[in-house]
């Protein structure tokens, strides 16, 4: 996992890199994103984004992400995210073999794709994801169906962008 941060339009942006466990990229490292704090301080950030990196957590690492992304967006800022959600359109594109995966199989508190490799596609209830970013502060103001249900989309994941 890696961060950057850019504090304002004069610095150059500076990156870190955090070795967090993921069963699928990372399997040896030892720290848990499940209790990993960001490195930055309280409302630092205008807008964050995340692309690719819900859809290889779980649920714990998920919602202390939300916390931190919460904790280090200030007031007013935006947050960009990409994700699999599972809800009754994407259930319909599962069962009629039009989606991409089938997330037959159960994570923690998400559904994955592969059981031996839970974090290599992993896909998260839509309604609970959009009560954890309302449970965070964080008030969304879309949610966009991804491409990967049925080749319709201006994205192939679902993305959720959201405000503080």
């Known amino acids: ?77 935006r947050v960009f ?18 989606a991409d995966f089938s997330f037959a199989h159960n994570g923690k508190g998400t559904r994955v794709q592969f059981a031996e490799n839970p974090d290599h596609a992993v896909a998260h209830p839509r309604d609970l994801i959009l009560e954890a970013f309302a449970d965070f502060g964080l008030k969304v103001q879309a949610a966009l169906t991804g491409g990967w249900r049925d080749g319709n989309g201006d994205s192939y994941q679902d993305v959720i962008v959201a405000t503080r």
């Open 81 to 98: 995210a990409t994700f699999f959600l599972i809800d009754p359109e994407a259930e319909s594109a599962i069962a009629s073999g039009r």
């Open 1 to 77: 996992m890696s961060f950057a941060s850019v504090p304002s339009h004069r610095d150059t942006p500076k990156f870190i890199h955090a070795d967090l466990y993921n069963a699928h990229y990372t399997p040896d490292s030892k720290v848990s994103a499940s209790e990993y704090q960001f490195p930055y301080t309280d409302e630092s950030f205008d807008f964050i984004f995340l692309t690719s990196v819900f859809t290889h957590m779980q649920r714990p690492e998920t919602l202390r992400y939300l916390s931190e992304i919460s904790r280090t967006l200030a007031p007013g800022g």
